[in-house]
């Protein structure tokens, strides 16, 4: 897929300020400082299109960006920001689980988990929640170019290992490395694959 357009549309604080319409949209979503941000600037190959921070937890919004015009990655709010208060914590936990539910405009979610750790339950648990909600997803592997790639493979394996615990048929997955650009062409053909099949 070729990325000719790639504009920032619009932040929002709940799911009705979202953009109408009924394109398309690939949002994407993981713990605090996964790297969310960062991979969006890569695969549309704009340094500054999604704000990075040093600072864990910055997203708070839904944040839209238009692609081709023709559909739009959705930048959700990190979850799992252990500093964040108790009743904030609670006001994303809403604002994601209502995009997640309700926005019928979403037609794949990929869930970000940095390669380097090991299964987190936070992760498996998020997993386990978009199985039983029959949400389409995938998983995305970031930072893989901290790593060498026989510790990706083996980190890799663990994960789905641990997923075929519950899992009779596992969720795609994608290894990426925003440093390096692993893994975008990858990306970009699948969103391009389910944008072929919904347009039949």
Known sequence: MLIQSADFTKSSEKITQCPPGDKPEYAFIGRSNVGKSSLI???????????????????????????????????????????RSKTMQQKFEELIRSYILLRPQMANLFLLIDIRHSPQAIDLEFIDWLGVSRIPFAIVFTKADKLSREQVRANTESYMQALSEKWEELPPYFITSAEKGTGREELLSYIEQINKSMAK
């Open 41 to 83: 600037n890569m695969l549309c190959q704009r340094k500054k299109l999604a704000m990075t921070s040093a600072t864990p937890g910055k997203t708070a919004l839904i944040n839209h960006f238009i692609i081709n015009k023709e559909w739009y990655m959705v930048d959700l709010p990190g979850y799992g920001y252990a500093k």
